[in-house]
């Protein structure tokens, strides 16, 4: 059986033991909502930061998202319950009227796939245990501050694939060459976080404006 059922991952939770054996938090949470209203021909995606919160509108071709960032140890929810969660980012957000907040935070609201998580890696000794393998997050989260982990995802499977077809009839070594191949670009990547939270949740005004110096930005009002 091949678990690739991402960061939270069943399949890991019922073969390997708890997630929180296997889950480093990053210190943040990352939430987005869909805006299907908003409408920019320059395609611009502006964000505006306040101490440990980022909040902003991605573009992606027709689509636009509001996106919210913002830091926290570990927060006990219901992963189920949608409601919760966007009691959660209404929390940590609700106090602040400036720029665009509050009308993001309308969006988080009327949004039905809305989208929040933590942003944490998984970390694991070994991706596979008898004939139980795990691709993709389930099996590594790099998470969003590294980026990768798309590409991660693809060519863990490709790899899988290939030992799997060399190797049918010893899912053992087809496992562990699996392993051996795509390890080093899982830790490539998982170590390439860096200052991302740094610079895209800065901790104080201070440092908010020494990110602004370093990455100069146009504010949309
Ligand atoms: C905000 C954000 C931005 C990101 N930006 C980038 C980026 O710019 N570049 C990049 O490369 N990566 C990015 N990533 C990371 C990327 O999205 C993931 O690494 C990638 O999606 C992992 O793919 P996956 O197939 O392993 O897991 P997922 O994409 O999580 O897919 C797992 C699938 O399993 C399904 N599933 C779960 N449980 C079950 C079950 N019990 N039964 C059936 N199905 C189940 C889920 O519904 C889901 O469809 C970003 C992530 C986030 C959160």
Known sequence: ML??????SAVRRVTFGPEQDYLHH????VALADLPGENDSVRRSP?????????GI?????KAL???LFRSGLIDYDHHDVDAQKMIVADAFGDTTSWKVPQLLDAVHDDGEFYFDSVSQIHMPTWHE???????????????LSGRGTSLALTG????????????????TAFERYEARQR???EFAQNSVGDGAAIMVPTSWEAIAERNERFPLTLDH
């Open 3 to 8: 678990g690739a059922d991402g960061l939270h």
């Open 26 to 29: 990053l210190g943040l949470y």
């Open 47 to 55: 964000m505006y930061n306040f101490p440990d919160h980022l909040a």
């Open 58 to 62: 991605a573009r992606y071709n027709d």
């Open 66 to 68: 509001g996106v919210f």
């Open 130 to 144: 008898g004939r139980v393998a795990l691709v993709g997050d389930a099996a590594h989260c790099a998470s969003l």
């Open 157 to 172: 499977a490709y790899i899988l694939a290939e030992e799997l077809a060399h190797e049918s009839d010893d899912l053992a």
């Open 184 to 186: 080093p670009y899982v």
